[in-house]
């Protein structure tokens, strides 16, 4: 299988990634001996330690996969960090690209000025443990955890260019704010805003106590997300050019999505200008894409409609059951691509309906009968009739399959919905 990394990239990544991390290593532990030239002694280290290591790789490994998709696809992008003592790291960070250097000149890129990186840190008269408004190019403080998500979106309005990469600590996810802002996506026009990348860091842990949902499973955690509005990816590991790979790999897809979601809406924008007036397109709040639906959606919508008419049979106590074969025989007949499921309901309506209603016409259903809907070929559906309890089994004359099925030109059927 082709790699998304050469082996080049993977070392420069890997080899970033390390020197970052040295440096938030550093930052926290080290008074002393900035590049460990002598031996390392109890004098080198902070008599006091502030911050803590658990969240910094994370935010460092991000940062560096970031730099890579920012140059790979010419990104506008900024990188909000929600994750408790997430300071260390984007100060590494900000040093390791010469920034910290430029806007504070006595921090230089040297041995003294590392050294003066390390001291200052969580020190009196140097930088707070968090990003703070010091931080070169920060515009989210670190220290209460709960706004990450706030502000990536409020960085993201009215810049339609902008991708906002944020970073949410689990820990963080517990806060009320943090919580309820997943919604903030409701509020975003894909068209005149920005876009928000929101990475929560299920390193398992708010300081040194569990956080849910790191402990619940990826399907409940997938489905939560989905319920927001996002589409999650798991990047999952613990073997660093395993986890470049599939890092480097799942941005790729993500920043594809991206873009082909603005160019869509572009696509959409640029047509209705061509045959509406300005006026009419002022008047268009939003344009919202619908995403070619799945064999599993469809089947849940199968599941859906026949909920609905499980519901009208139950005024003549009888109970419908369909087997895994009719349910793809309906995605088959009531699917399709250029009108979505709404064929769907015709095809119910043909396939089973029509002839269960000229079955009750014809016949009386016993209370307590069950109506057993399977697949009898192709293209037929076959019903039958188990009766309640006195009955011999009666089979149901199938709807006629080979009629035409309804055509975009047809008026739409107006119980569809
Ligand atoms: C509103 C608020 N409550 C509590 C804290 C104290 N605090 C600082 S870091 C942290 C843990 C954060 O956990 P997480 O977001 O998972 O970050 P990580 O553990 O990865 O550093 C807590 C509770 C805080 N900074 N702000």
């Known amino acids: 299988m082709t790699k998304t990394l050469s082996s080049k990239e993977l070392t420069l990544l890997d080899a970033y990634w390390r020197a970052a991390n040295y440096l938030s290593v550093g930052q926290i532990y080290l008074y002393d001996n900035p590049l460990l030239k002598k031996q390392l002694t109890k004098e080198h280290i902070k008599p006091r330690l502030l911050g803590h290591w658990g969240t910094t790789p994370g935010l460092n490994f991000i940062y560096a996969h970031l730099n890579r998709v920012i140059k790979a696809h010419d990104l506008d992008m900024l990188y909000i960090t929600g994750p408790g003592h997430g300071g260390p790291g984007l100060v590494a960070n900000a040093y390791l690209e010469g920034t910290y250097s430029e806007v504070y000149p006595n921090v230089s890129q040297d041995e003294d ?49 902008l991708v906002v990469a944020c970073v949410i600590g689990d820990g963080e996810a517990e806060t009320g704010p943090l919580a309820t802002s997943w919604h903030s996506n409701k509020f975003l026009n894909p068209v005149t805003d920005g876009v928000v990348l929101p990475i929560l860091h299920l390193n398992g842990y708010k300081i040194a106590n569990p956080c849910v949902l790191a402990r619940i499973s990826h399907e409940e955690l997938d489905h939560l997300f989905r319920g927001y509005g996002y589409t999650p990816h798991f990047v999952e590991g613990h073997e660093p050019e395993k986890m470049h790979e599939q890092m480097a790999t799942t941005l790729d897809t993500v920043v594809r999505e991206i873009q082909s979601v603005k160019e869509l809406e572009e696509l959409v924008l640029k047509e209705l200008r061509r045959d509406f007036s300005p006026e009419f397109i002022n008047r268009i709040d939003e344009t919202i894409v619908f995403h070619k639906l799945t064999k599993e959606e469809i089947l849940s919508i199968v599941e859906l409609m026949m909920r609905r008419l499980r519901e009208q049979m139950t005024t003549h106590e009888v109970t419908i059951e369909l087997t895994d074969e009719a349910k793809e025989l309906l995605v088959e007949k009531g699917y399709d691509p250029a009108m979505g499921a709404r064929p769907l309901r015709r095809a119910i309506q043909r396939h089973i309906e029509d002839p269960l209603a000229d079955f009750v016409l014809g016949a009386e259903l016993t209370p307590g009968s069950t109506i057993m809907v399977d697949r009898a070929g192709d293209e037929e559906v076959k019903i039958t009739i188990i009766p309640g309890e006195e009955r011999e089994p009666v089979a149901v004359p199938a709807g006629d399959a080979s009629e035409p099925e309804g055509s975009i030109d047809e008026p739409s059927d107006p119980s569809d919905d």
């Open 113 to 161: 000025g590392m050294k003066r990186l390390f001291t200052q840190f969580s020190f009196p008269g140097g930088i707070p443990s968090h990003v703070a408004p010091e931080t070169p190019g920060s515009i989210h403080e670190g220290g209460e955890l709960g706004y990450a998500i706030s502000h990536a979106y409020g960085a993201a309005f009215d810049n339609p260019d």
